[in-house]
């Protein structure tokens, strides 16, 4: 730390003027946030993150999470300087094919980007769940190996979010001091000042959720490096640093008068000669601002010396422990590699006719025994989720101890979700997590971001449909399994469905499922459960089809007259209405459809030989009709629900709603006569 503040200040202004220059080139972007975060990140980078320039990905690296996205700029030039981008590439800000892409999320290997959010709030989280896992692994292995801090970024979009709440309780109730969030307080927002919105003394709000909390000039770099010494010496809390920054610093308008502090510099280029005036001001050339100056060039070389000796003394340590914990050091690289854990099924015990949440558990039991660096979280619903399965096998994680694997995360569900995104992209651990299915709607920017990220997330979902009606319509499913499965309909742009969604039939079909779900390392899966016992499915059932999305439900007759066909609960329906209907010499064949989303990726002769266009098809759903409606086409009817708002014990509404093998045959039978 011996660089001089002269130079550290021409280096947060080559930034500035980089991040100045991308916006301005592509004509759009946020140039205000990015020159006043610049001092911290530069300080960040050239004195405090470590990490192997030759290994990005190293597992024992420090993290850095960007909660605004907006403010990629900042980050890119700060790796430009870093030597992970080059001048060209931060020239094509935002076009067509470009690595530097407004609010990038991921891209750790080649580029060094942990993420940045798009979305303000969920990024601070991921870094709340980052540390959790961090310190998971640590207090699994030992040895001090897995001893990184995870730095996060937050602006007062940030803040603001209710988000923010979640992750400021959990980091606090759990002393996450290997987290470290610097606030960048700028006073301006989007629209307005932040003082236009907002009254509240943000750093005793993370006191009292039991944060650390230093408040500094977050434009001196002496005061940024004295606070982030501090705060990686805090032992206990995770610490706080609200730096008070100048919003565009150093930015002037075409008049040559200050523009800093101005929320039009949030979101669209400086512009003309204002562009050009600021550009001078901050040392650079108007003509060609896309230079990393010598000096600077020579700062960032001589940290990647350090980093250098920095990354020998960890390698040589983690070598050291190695040998000496030959089974964990295996264990350690076989939980970073992301692949599928081995799992013996075999040792599931299903009960029959059960529900499939507590069949769910059956398997949650067997995974916390099986897989040791897997994490369930729940918000507060553990016992009725069913995730209690895998409680019961280990204990959840508390402050001062992070040697269990269960995540007690509250009633905050969207908080829950992000932290296991955060699980997820610190690596080393399978993350999941439980709450009733209706409430995925409070989940669902983390769900998109996960697929985004093609993140394998487990998101398992009870309490499936309007079956849960004695709670009342609020706590009903209707609509959000048309809603969760629109994600199996988006593929990323690699080409893979974006997420896996379950909808199991009965007990065996949900290990069948779950198997699905933890062989899956390339999206996240959503596991949907029911309250309710459920018969199981006939005996000599293939369960192992499951894997197909849809199959022949044992017990179809060969030749038949229609195909019945559902998930979940609703296929033990299909299978009473099917006996009633062959008292009247009508076959049926019945398919149960755990995922479409699985059945459109099988071969189309697969896809026509259990479902053949042309033949009559039922289809029966406890949730809207269009979940269905792509696989029963113009073949035939739906029964669904199209309105909510009931309320009565399930049985009755089983009855009232139609959801009975009667009303199986006697749509059937109408169906057939027209
Ligand atoms: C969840 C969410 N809502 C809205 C936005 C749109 N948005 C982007 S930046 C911003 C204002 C952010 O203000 P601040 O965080 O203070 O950033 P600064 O203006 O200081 O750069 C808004 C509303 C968003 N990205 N995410
Ligand atoms: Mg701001």
Redesign the pocket.
Known sequence: MNNSIELMNKAANNIRILAAAMVEKAKSG?P??AM?GADFINVLYSEFLEYDPKNMAYEGRDRFFLD?G??APMLYAQLCLAGKFTTDELQTLRQWGSPVTGHPELEVRHRGIENTS????QGHCFAVGAAIAAKHLDALVGGDIMNQTIYAYI????VQ?EISQGAGRIAGTLGLDNLVMFY?S?D???STE?AAVTAEDTAAKYRAWGWKVLEINGNDVEQIRGALTIAKATKGQPTLIIGKCI?GKGALKADGTSYERNCKT??APLGGDAYVNTIKNLGGDPEDPFQVLPEVKKLYLQRRAELRKIMDAKYAKKAAWAEKNPEKAHLLKEWFSGKAPVIDWSKVQQKPDDSTRSASAAVLSQLAQQVPNMICASADLSNSDKTDGFLKQTHSITRGDFSGAFFQAGVAELTMACCCIGMALHGGVIPACGTFFVFSDYMKPAVRMAALMELPVKFIWTHDAFRVGEDGPTHEPVEQEAQIRLMEKLKTHKGRNSMLVLRPADSDETTAAWKLAMENTLSPTGLIFSRQNIKTLPADNDYSQTEKGAYVVAGSDEEYDVILLASGSEVATLVAGAEMLREDDIKCRIVSVPSEGLFRRQPKAYQNRILPPGKPKFGMTAGLPVTLEGLVGQDGEIWGLSSFGFSAPYKVLDEKLGFTGQNVYNQVKKMLKK
């Open positions: 946020h205000g946030g006043g605004p907006h403010m798009g979305p303000l709030g602006s007062d979009g940030g979010e960048d700028n301006i927002q989007l932040t919003m949030h979101g």
